[in-house]
């Protein structure tokens, strides 16, 4: 691939765009990131609620940690929502082309996303062929803007608008504020054919939903105010509260994750047993 110069020593290269017009109302953002390590690094990967596909193109790819050890993922993947944090084994030398949907934006390009939950897979299992063509296609661009203008095409050419989308879009974010049965009637829906409606285009619940993003909503602030104060305007009942729903999603307590001070919010360089022994 004749892709422009990464990192030449031990660093990251991210670049990442907004999406084209079109595809403002489904994909948050489109990025293309280069890495080089001294050595593999095992990081635990926070659930945002999301779906995301990557594409890889390093001589090793990154593996996915599970009881019955390190799985490789494909070279194109979509990783499904999840509620829980994730390890993940991260090669010396990484550079991937990803995508980040909004929330229940997923539906419009891979149909059902309950059935992606809490696992990555194979693009090829979800558009055949044409995942293959768009990884050729990808290796053949000579430069970043290429490569996210190919990634949008593909994006286009499988974009299928679904019945509800609009309400659950805005179901997605008022779940962050308003218990899970006044959302249910500010979109018109029975409860229980909104928590339907809501799992198929986002893969989680409407009430684990709204979990995974109160924490994110606690990963913005905890840095930067008290705990009670953020427990108070997150919309915990105190911070005792925040502490179990945050320790639930992440796998450490509020105070153990700002110890590990982490570069980035939602990845957490630790070792695996670390983690475990907290939960």
């Known amino acids: 691939m004749g892709l422009a110069k990464g990192p030449e020593r031990d660093g990251t290269n991210m670049f990442s765009r907004p999406p084209c017009f079109a595809l403002v109302p489904f994909v948050q953002t489109l990025w293309v990131n ?163 409606v809501f799992k198929e285009a986002t893969g989680l619940s409407p009430k684990v939903y709204a979990r995974v993003r109160r924490v994110q909503a606690v990963l913005d602030r905890i840095a930067s105010a008290p705990m009670a104060q953020v427990a108070a305007d997150v919309g915990f009942s105190d911070q005792a509260h925040m502490s179990r729903e945050f320790g639930r999603v992440v796998g450490v307590s509020p105070t153990q994750y700002l110890a590990v001070a982490p570069t980035a919010p939602n990845h957490l360089s630790w070792k695996v047993n670390f983690l475990q022994d907290d939960e």
């Not at 990484?94 to 934006?105: D, L, N, P, R, Y």
């Not at 990555?120 to 293959?132: F, K, P, S, V």
């Not at 996210?148 to 504020?177: S, Y």
């Open 34 to 196: 280069e890495s080089i390590r001294a050595s593999c690094a095992t990081e635990y990967v926070l659930p945002t609620g999301a779906v995301h596909m990557v594409i890889s193109f390093a001589p090793q790819r990154p593996s996915i940690l599970t009881p019955r050890g390190a799985q490789e993922i494909p070279v194109a993947t979509v990783g499904g929502p999840r509620d829980q944090s994730y390890g993940r084994l991260v090669p010396t030398v990484s550079h991937s082309i990803g995508v980040q949907f909004h929330a229940g934006a997923a539906q419009a390009f891979f149909g059902n996303v309950g059935d992606l939950t809490a696992a990555h897979h194979d693009l090829r299992d979800l558009w055949g062929r044409e995942a293959d063509d768009l990884v050729d296609r990808l290796a053949r661009c000579t430069t970043r803007h290429a490569q996210l203008d190919e990634v949008e095409a593909a994006l286009l050419r499988r974009l299928r608008g679904f019945a509800h989308f609009c309400r659950v879009r805005h179901a997605a974010q008022q779940l962050e504020r308003l218990p899970v049965r006044h959302v249910a009637a500010e979109v018109n829906m029975s409860h229980r054919h909104f928590v339907a």
